[in-house]
Each structure stands twice: as structure tokens, then as C-alpha cells.
């Protein structure tokens, strides 16, 4: 089985709704304690990589509350690697990667928020502390 053997997954549920692959039992795989990311897979077979939707997907069809489903998204992702050392959460001694998000709404708590933001809402990225993105400031 996947737990005895020591596996990762890497989930991408709107890849498997594309290609009718049908829903992956991602409750059954934390259950089991199997280690769980999320992905984008592919532009060919989702158009625009987004992981704020595969994970809002995830949620939704594994009835995931906001905080389990950003954690597969960040933490999640680098166990599934055995990376989480390193990357996956903001600690001292890892990896400084993070996304500024400018929520549209400001209901709800921090996961909850950035979990329903739009690409178009992320201000800004740094990968291993150096700035690599920056939107546009809005002119009014």
C-alpha cells in the first residue's frame, strides 16, 4: 500500500477532473497518514497553472477546512519532497518563499482569505528571500 511503502502523492484535482480520472481519495490519504501535496500538473491539460484553485478544488471535494488545505499547498507539498526542513513554512533557518496576497474581502480568517484569492490578488513573491515579483501598483 502507499503508507506501508513510504509514498508521497501529488495531488492535482483539477488535472483529474480534466481527464475524467474522477476525485482522488484524499481523505482516506491523510487518514493513513500518507504524505499529500498539491499541484498544477500541467498547461496542457489545465491551461494557467493556478494553486490557489487546486487547493480550493482539494477542499471542496475532500471537505477540507482552510487551514488543512493551505497546508497541503505549502507544508504539505514540502513533506510530500521531504523537504519540510528546509521549505513549506515561514521558520528561522528555512527557505524565506512566500506570496503577498491583497484579499478582495476581508471576511474570514488568514487561510480562509488567501485560499479564496485570485491570481490577480497576489502583490508579490519572493523565493529563498529575494524579490522576484511585483504587480503593478493600482493607479487611481
Do not use: M
Not at 47 to 66: M, S, V, Y
Not at 119 to 140: C, H, N, Q, S
Amino acid at each position: 500500500s502507499l503508507a506501508r511503502s513510504a509514498a508521497a502523492v501529488a495531488h492535482c484535482p483539477l488535472s483529474n477532473a480534466a481527464h475524467r480520472h474522477g476525485a482522488a481519495p484524499l481523505g482516506g490519504f491523510l487518514t493513513h497518514g500518507i504524505r499529500v501535496g498539491l499541484g498544477t500538473d500541467s498547461v496542457l491539460s489545465v491551461g494557467t497553472p493556478d494553486l490557489l484553485a487546486e487547493t480550493r478544488t482539494a477542499r471542496r471535494l475532500a471537505a477540507l477546512d482552510a487551514d488543512v488545505a493551505l497546508a497541503l499547498a505549502t507544508l504539505g507539498g514540502a513533506r510530500a519532497l521531504r523537504l519540510e526542513g528546509e521549505i513549506g513554512s515561514l521558520e528561522p533557518g528555512k527557505w524565506g518563499d512566500c506570496a503577498v496576497i491583497l484579499p478582495q474581502s476581508s471576511a474570514g480568517g488568514p487561510a480562509e482569505l488567501g485560499l479564496e484569492s485570485r491570481r490577480e490578488d497576489v502583490v508579490a513573491t519572493f523565493l529563498g528571500g529575494r524579490d522576484v515579483y511585483r504587480a503593478e501598483p493600482v493607479r487611481t
